[in-house]
């Protein structure tokens, strides 16, 4: 299928452009922070200025191997206001169906994906569970399970700021 290289770009709207592309993140981390850190040079010389003023970032990209034809993926996402008073604010199942390459949370994930956040819109009083992969039995199933740990006081809470699992 589909796997992950990783590309360093500079600059932004008219004058973005990928500069080079690698096969692992940290080959890319290494070029990106030396290209951010490198100054102009004219004839051995060395200018006060950068030689990518907006510097350099990693990008991951999707590389699609020869004669993979076009597909779509579904994402099912389940999110949820937790609460500090034990009140939870479920939402309703959200199906995606997007083409691999466009999709924005990229290919779904087999085992569901979890994240918890307390933001300032909650003013520290909950937080928003999410839940996402490409099953809806499994994401339903990780979202209440995580929805009970909480409840019992096992999992999020005031004391995260975030958790990613």
Known sequence: MLKSIFAVSSGSYSDYRVLAVF???KDAEI??????EAKVSYDGVEADYPLLPEGAQVEEMLLVPKGVAPYKVTHYELRAE???NGKVDEQDLQVNVEYAITSY?????TRPRVRYIRAPCHENKGGRLESHGDSEKKVRKVFSEKVAMWKAGQWGGPKHKEINE
């Open 23 to 25: 096969e692992t993140k």
């Open 31 to 36: 070029w990106a922070k030396e290209l951010t």
């Open 82 to 84: 937790l609460w500090d």
């Open 105 to 109: 949370e990229g290919i779904p994930p």
